[in-house]
């Protein structure tokens, strides 16, 4: 899988994976963007809501005609010093309709330890890469 993210100018970028669609992230104006688009922060909240979202719509499919609501509120605890990343996240699943409690928090669990890419994917080693004017530079 890759995505390919461009500089749009001032603090704007917008990434671009193999699904074609386009994923626009700005600062916020206090930080010198001009805030059209979502924060690289709120975007990694939103995919690990949307990762573990599908995976417990999957794991529950058999019962999805007696939910009639699933809503993933995602919060995001920071670092007060730079680079002010996250030292922890909560995800709250409101769930509306009639099913036994039980199966939804197997479904939550299971996306979590087995399915969830972008859960695991935050325990990643991150490396990376410089090709300047298209030569490749040692860091």
């Known amino acids: 899988m890759k995505v390919v993210t461009t500089w749009k100018g001032g603090r704007a970028f917008t990434a671009v994976g193999d699904s074609g669609y386009e994923v626009n992230m700005d600062a916020t104006e206090d930080a010198g963007g001009a805030g059209n688009g979502a924060t690289p922060a709120e975007a990694?909240?939103?995919?690990?809501?949307?990762?573990?979202?599908?995976?417990?719509?999957?794991?529950?499919?058999?019962?999805?005609?007696?939910?009639?609501?699933?809503?993933?509120?995602?919060?995001?605890?920071?670092k007060e010093e730079l680079p002010k990343g996250f030292t922890g996240m909560e995800i709250t699943f409101m769930v509306d309709?009639?099913?036994?409690?039980?199966?939804?928090?197997?479904?939550?669990?299971?996306?979590?330890?087995?399915?969830?890419?972008?859960?695991?994917?935050?325990?990643?080693?991150?490396?990376?890469?410089?090709?300047?004017?298209?030569?490749e530079q040692e860091a």
């Not at 939804?104 to 080693?125: F, N, P, Q, T």
């Open 44 to 78: 990694l909240l939103s995919s690990l809501a949307g990762c573990i979202g599908i995976d417990v719509t999957m794991i529950l499919r058999p019962h999805l005609d007696k939910i009639t609501k699933i809503e993933l509120i995602t919060e995001g605890i920071r």
């Open 97 to 135: 309709g009639d099913i036994d409690r039980k199966k939804v928090w197997r479904a939550i669990h299971l996306g979590e330890e087995k399915y969830c890419m972008v859960a695991d994917s935050l325990k990643a080693d991150v490396k990376f890469k410089l090709i300047l004017n298209g030569k």
